[in-house]
Nanobody
Framework: QVQLVESGGGLVQAGGSLRLSCAAS????????MGWYRQAPGKQRELVASITSGGSTNYADSVKGRFTISRDNAKNTVYLQMNSLKPEDTAVYYCNVHQVTFDYWGQGTQVTVSS
């Protein structure tokens, strides 16, 4: 079993920055993909960014150039640095770990960007 604890959400004005963190514990394998998804009211959950244990990254087009995902393998922690935030980035952000054939999810953290 894997447990994920997220932190760092909050309220910020447009153009501001936030940094999300997600610490994983439990049965963490050496090879996995960690990522962030988000879900806005009335919309489907979507991938924001992901990073493999080898450091390969993938971003949604809407956040390229503004968000940066990183991870600390020694701490089993993934980060999402969000800059130049826009009101349309408002959503609940969920941490995800994908290993083998399983997906594990955090409880979600609210990010609200005011205009």
């Amino acid at each position: 079993q894997v447990q994920l604890v997220e932190s760092g959400g909050g309220l910020v004005q447009a153009g501001g920055s936030l940094r999300l963190s997600c610490a994983a514990s439990g049965r963490i394998f050496s090879f996995n993909t960690m990522g962030w998804y988000r879900q806005a009211p009335g919309k489907q959950r979507e991938l924001v960014a992901s990073i493999t244990s080898g450091g390969s990254t993938n971003y949604a087009d809407s956040v390229k150039g503004r968000f940066t995902i990183s991870r600390d393998n020694a701490k089993n922690t993934v980060y999402l640095q969000m800059n130049s935030l826009k009101p349309e980035d408002t959503a609940v952000y969920y941490c995800n770990v994908h290993q083998v054939t399983f997906d594990y999810w955090g409880q979600g953290t609210q990010v609200t960007v005011s205009s």
